[in-house]
């Protein structure tokens, strides 16, 4: 059974940073495509950030490009989401999801992902 747990939200001041980490299990992470997404209230999810299988490609939303940095541990089976100079806009629930895949493509389209994690809270106070 694939099971995928975010950690690492909190509340943080304006201009601080988080680091978020994204664990699987009952999957290889090596042969998925992960991506993380963010949903504030009363807003759709959008994707944040998405990350090939190997590492090598990143994608990134226009409103995060610069301070946000994805990366992946395939021998962990983790996921990380490097956040910096957080804005209060960027307050919402994050999600971890994964997409098998047979390349190194990417997609922020969720959609596409099958395996979802419940979800870490990021509050940004001004």
């Known amino acids: 059974q694939v099971q995928v747990v975010e950690s690492g939200g909190d509340l943080v001041q304006a201009g601080g940073s988080l680091r978020l980490s994204c664990t699987a299990s009952?999957?290889?992470?090596?042969?998925?495509?992960m991506a993380w997404f963010r949903q504030a209230p009363g807003k759709e999810r959008e994707g944040v950030s998405s990350?090939?299988?190997?590492?090598?490609?990143?994608d990134y939303a226009d409103s995060v490009k610069g301070r946000f940095t994805v990366s992946r541990d395939n021998a962990k089976n983790a996921l990380y989401l490097q956040m910096n100079s957080l804005k209060p806009e960027d307050t919402a629930m994050y999600y971890c999801?994964?997409?098998?895949?047979?390349?190194?493509?990417?997609?922020?389209?969720?959609?596409?992902?099958?395996?979802w994690g419940q979800g870490t809270q990021v509050t940004v106070s001004s």
């Open positions: 990350i090939s299988r190997d590492g090598r490609n990143t």
């Open positions: 999801a994964a997409r098998r895949s047979f390349s190194q493509s990417l997609s922020l389209r969720a959609a596409s992902f099958s395996d």
């Open positions: 009952g999957l290889s992470l090596v042969d998925y495509n």
